[in-house]
């Protein structure tokens, strides 16, 4: 289940998804982080103390390029196991799809990787 949101303080996206591998429910949310102005997909385990960890996350450029990152991470959490995360987000957030999705990724992936303007 997936929803948007919109509001007058956040604006962003949230699912629920179960894994198939280990059967436990977890949260992805989506929001403008106001106080860094990017956007952030967070994976929370579902419980009460859920809320405090984030399992994964990933900072996005972009509106259009944090919706695709939604998305990949709804698929990681569903298919891989737990432990692979941190390479399934570092294959994620290094892959050419990763930049295309940001209307200003390339600039973006260049500074990041030459440490140039």
Known sequence: MSVNY????????LSRVTSAINGNNYSISTAWNTRTSEWETAV???????????????????EKQ??????RVEEIVQERDPMDWKDA???LVNSDEYVVA??????????RTTGEE
Not at 6 to 13: E, F, I, K, P, W
Not at 44 to 62: A, H, T, W, Y
Request: net charge positive; glycine share 14%; with cysteine.
């Open 6 to 13: 919109r509001g007058r303080l956040n604006t962003g996206y």
């Open 44 to 62: 929370l385990k579902q419980g009460f103390f859920g809320v405090f960890r984030p399992l994964m996350c990933i900072v996005s450029q972009d």
């Open 66 to 71: 944090a919706n695709w990152v939604h998305g």
């Open 89 to 91: 987000k570092s294959i």
């Open 102 to 111: 940001s209307d200003t990724g390339f600039f973006q992936r260049m500074v």
